[in-house]
């Protein structure tokens, strides 16, 4: 019903930024809130914010708040996560998902095939 796939990770320095962008095919992409996950070597996939499915209400992770900005343009079918003053601790796969709205993993129904984002000097 609906396929993700993000884009724009990469290698970047403490304290650059980086865009990364998740297209959504199908025609439910407007109607579905969507989210940003991650996750590092060694540990659990985290959640890092979501956005309903207009884009009026955001909920971010404590970890993220005040330097990644999730925002959507559904007539782009795109959803983005902005991050800034980046640091190595934010190195990890980055995973968009949409079907769910919550801080939980299983409650998400479709997910991107993930994008590595490696923050090192």
């Known amino acids: 019903q609906v396929q993700l796939v993000e884009s724009g990770g990469g290698l970047v320095q403490p304290g650059g930024s980086l865009r990364l962008s998740c297209a959504a095919s199908?025609?439910?992409?407007?109607?579905?809130?969507m989210a940003w996950f991650r996750q590092a070597p060694g540990k659990e996939r985290a959640f890092l914010t979501t956005i309903s499915a207009r884009g009026t209400s955001t909920t971010s992770a404590d970890s993220v708040k005040g330097r990644f900005t999730i925002s959507r343009d559904n007539a782009k079918n795109t959803v983005y996560l902005q991050m800034n003053n980046l640091k190595p601790e934010d190195t990890a796969i980055y995973y968009c998902?949409?079907?769910?709205?919550?801080?939980?993993?299983?409650?998400?129904?479709?997910w991107g095939q993930g994008t590595q984002v490696t923050v090192s000097s």
């Open positions: 998902a949409a079907g769910g709205y919550s801080t939980y993993p299983f409650d998400y129904n479709y």
């Open positions: 199908g025609r439910t992409f407007s109607s579905a809130a």
